[in-house]
């Protein structure tokens, strides 16, 4: 199956950020066979035309928890809201068909604002994995571990077995990368970290985990160990390349130098970190130290839409902020850290993540009709500045067309009913809570 994209203005995202102003991408299967100037094909089945469109890499969302979508709007300006309404109301409310429903939705909007990959931490996560394969979004799931009982185990024993076995099922899978997520490093006992370290490590995957996000994380951390909680993790043999730390908010220097050492990677979440006034995570200092950092949406509870291009306008607004410096991170920049910058995050960049022969056809469309992106002086300007997730018109995840004429191939409305008739428990519950 040959399809040909033509009339496209091509931004690739590889090293040399090579674009085509009147370019072409031809697509075979699930890979990409040829990106430049307009070239004659054989067999060409599918033609679309990018006429007045942008083209580039599928976005890439390094941290999230897509099926928390039913908490989206509740409570979101209630101190300490996760102990007082989310860790009660998944406990009580979340099953794995609300786990199910959820992320099908979840992915439909991610689809629709042209993200192709995300990476996420959650329960039920072969119920969020068939969400994925049924929408076809390439993913990065791990099941959360937590030292608490929680919706679907007893304790964090249990959790790791669960986690265990998800990737040994998963792991081939084309889509699907299972990896581990410990939730956090002050929500896991030391043992708990070892044995979550020597999964991944025989598995060769990732290792996500919420580090220096919260005031009272590093206020324990300082108390029982006077460390930090990413010296912490070097002092348990738990920082290596397989960790993908996020949030990453109140590290210093030091820290830093250990994650450089260490090869972290981070996902760092701008909107949601924002919106819970925890702090801005210095960016600047993690990338110059080549540090790899994505952009996370986090989940529908904390970043509220699940699209980057809300992340990539607060993220340039927060950065030049603190540093007072409006020419820190170029637009250009900040669109390599939603692409190619995230699948670095992810370890698939040698997949995905820019347009390049060879790489998965990952392949966004966004379309320059809409009042607001004209004039085009720059194509990374007005990604970053002004374009939003309606202005995403085609969507194509490995070589298939998932979201076309800003339609998804799965009726977004028949999503939002189930969703709705799986969330009723939780409304009432969601109720109760909230008087
Ligand atoms: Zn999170």
Redesign the pocket.
């Known amino acids: 199956m040959r399809t040909l994209i033509k009339n496209a203005w091509i931004l690739t995202m590889n090293e040399k950020m090579q674009e085509y102003k009147d370019g072409q991408i031809v697509i075979e299967d699930d890979k990409i066979l040829y990106v430049g100037k307009p070239k004659e094909f054989d067999s060409i089945d599918n033609i679309v035309d990018a006429k007045n469109c942008l083209v580039l890499p599928g976005m890439v969302n390094t ?1 999230c ?1 897509v099926s928390m979508l039913p908490f989206r709007s509740l409570q979101d300006d209630c101190p300490d809201r996760l102990r007082r309404f989310l860790f009660p109301l998944e406990n009580a409310c979340m099953n794995e068909d609300l786990a199910y429903y959820g992320a099908c939705y979840g992915t439909g909007e991610m689809l629709l604002s042209g993200i192709t990959t995300f990476a996420d ?1 959650y329960y039920f996560m072969d119920k969020v994995a068939l969400a994925c394969e049924k929408m076809g979004i390439r993913a990065v799931l791990g099941e959360t571990i937590i030292d608490q009982p929680t919706c679907d185990a007893k304790n964090a024993v249990e959790a790791l077995k669960i986690g265990e076995k998800f990737i040994e099922e998963w792991k081939h899978h084309p889509l699907i990368t299972p990896m581990l997520a410990p939730h956090a490093t002050n929500t896991n006992t030391e043992e708990i970290f070892r044995k979550a370290m020597e999964i991944v490590k025989k598995h060769d995957t990732l290792m996500m985990t ?1 580090v220096a996000e919260m005031d009272y994380e590093m206020t324990y951390f300082r108390n029982k160990y006077n460390m930090t909680p990413i010296e912490w993790l070097e002092s348990i043999s738990c920082l290596n390349q397989h960790v993908l730390a ?1 949030h990453c908010i109140h590290i210093n220097e030091a820290d830093i130098q250990l994650m450089k050492k260490h090869d972290v990677k981070v996902s760092h ?1 701008p909107v949601s970190n924002l919106k819970a006034g925890k702090g801005i995570a210095p960016a600047k200092d993690i990338m110059e130290n080549g540090v790899a950092m994505g952009f996370g949406t ?2 529908a509870s ?1 970043g509220n839409t699940l699209d980057l291009f809300i992340q990539m306008r607060m993220f340039a607004g927060a950065q030049k902020t603190k540093y007072h410096d409006r020419s820190l991170f170029p637009a250009k920049e900040i669109v390599r850290i939603a692409t190619i910058e995230g699948a670095k995050a992810l370890r698939i960049d040698e997949q995905i993540g820019s347009l390049e022969v060879g790489k998965k056809a990952d392949i966004v469309l966004i379309s320059l009709e809409s009042a607001h992106m004209f004039p085009v002086y720059d194509p990374y300007s007005i990604l970053v500045y002004s374009a939003n997730a309606s202005d995403v018109k085609d969507v194509f995840v490995n070589g298939k067309q998932v979201v076309s004429d800003r339609k998804l191939k799965v009726d977004l409305s028949i999503l939002r009913e189930q969703l709705q008739k799986e969330m009723k428990e939780f409304s009432k519950k969601a109720e109760e809570l909230s008087k």
């Open positions: 941290h928890h931490m919420h996020v979440c986090d989940g904390s």
